[in-house]
């Protein structure tokens, strides 16, 4: 197997850290970004001295992710594979959400997948069959109340990624997207601790349910494994799928996606809502 140049963003914790120490296990040099150093990132990068580098910038910082970029690809001469990892979930009704929750939402999920994007594509084309792998979710092919916020960034991640893929086409530069749905991770603890003004006002029964429902989903989350595994697997492939549902039940995320009529899936909504207040 022929090891890769590979970038991941947000490796500092989560998702992101188990991909690296992923990667890194299995041979690979890993180009990861943090906004700051922990004990974790420190023990890993005396683990892997030489094939870890250490990127420290914010993902809504363009000069910074343009410069650190720039700085260490030159050294290493070519990208293979760029991983789209870093986001972050602002959650609750798009009425009482402020609007720098909501543009922090866009600027972390999306803009910064533009800027790190354009940053490593002069790189991506210095190697051959290189790829860009897009975390997008569930949630960007089925919106959710409580979570449009989220939903919105990531159905612009699908559309940014085909944008992508088709723009690339000359330069075999592939792009793809997983869709996970709930995997173990701290970013839906760290979501619901920031609803707390949703607590009271017209929507607080509606969340009451909600944040239970999240609790019980987040039981029932896949291992992060899967995720890793795939990546790994796609990273390893010449020809991917465009898109990877990662989910318990794939079969009927696609159904309600593709298949179930919007009216349908509103009117099942709805009844929720009823059971809620007669509670």
């Keep these: 197997m022929s090891r890769k140049n590979i970038l991941i963003t947000g490796i500092s914790t989560g998702l992101g850290y188990a991909m690296a120490s992923c990667l890194l296990e299995d041979g690979?040099?890993?180009?990861?970004?943090?906004?700051?150093?922990?004990?974790?990132?420190?023990a890993l990068s005396s683990l892997y001295p030489g094939r870890l580098h250490l990127l420290t910038f914010d993902v809504r910082d363009n000069e910074g992710i343009k410069s650190n970029i720039e700085a260490c690809l030159a050294d290493l001469g070519s990208l293979d594979v760029l991983i789209n990892n870093a986001g972050i979930v602002v959650p609750g009704p798009l009425e009482t959400m402020k609007i720098e929750g909501f543009k922090k939402q866009m600027d972390v999920n999306v803009?910064?997948?533009?800027?790190?994007?354009?940053?490593?594509?002069?790189?991506?084309?210095k190697s051959s069959q290189s790829k860009i792998i897009n975390m997008s979710s569930v949630s960007g092919i089925i919106s959710n109340p409580f979570l449009g916020a989220y939903c919105i960034s990531k159905h612009a991640v699908e559309s940014l990624s085909d944008i992508?893929?088709?723009?690339?086409?000359?330069?075999?530069?592939?792009?793809?997207?997983?869709?996970?749905?709930?995997?173990?991770s701290a970013i839906w603890k760290k979501s619901i601790d920031q609803m707390a003004d949703v607590s009271a006002g017209p929507y607080a029964p509606y969340w009451k349910s909600a944040t239970s429902l999240v609790h019980k989903t987040e039981k029932k989350a896949l291992d992060p494994?899967?995720?890793?595994?795939?990546?790994?697997?796609?990273i390893r492939q010449?020809?991917?799928?465009?898109?990877?549902?990662?989910?318990?039940?794939?079969?009927?995320?696609?159904?309600?996606a593709y298949w179930l009529p919007d009216r349908w899936f509103d009117a099942m909504?709805?009844?929720?809502y009823r059971k809620i207040l007669e509670k």
């Design 28 to 42: 690979h040099t890993v180009i990861g970004s943090i906004r700051s150093h922990n004990a974790d990132i420190d």
């Design 225 to 234: 494994t899967v995720i890793t595994n795939l990546v790994k697997k796609i």
């Design 111 to 125: 803009t910064s997948i533009f800027s790190v994007t354009n940053a490593c594509i002069p790189f991506l084309k």
């Design 164 to 184: 992508y893929r088709r723009e690339l086409l000359p330069w075999d530069i592939d792009v793809v997207m997983l869709q996970p749905g709930p995997i173990k």
């Design 269 to 272: 909504i709805k009844k929720q």
């Design 238 to 256: 010449k020809k991917s799928k465009t898109r990877y549902i990662v989910h318990r039940n794939p079969l009927m995320i696609r159904l309600v």
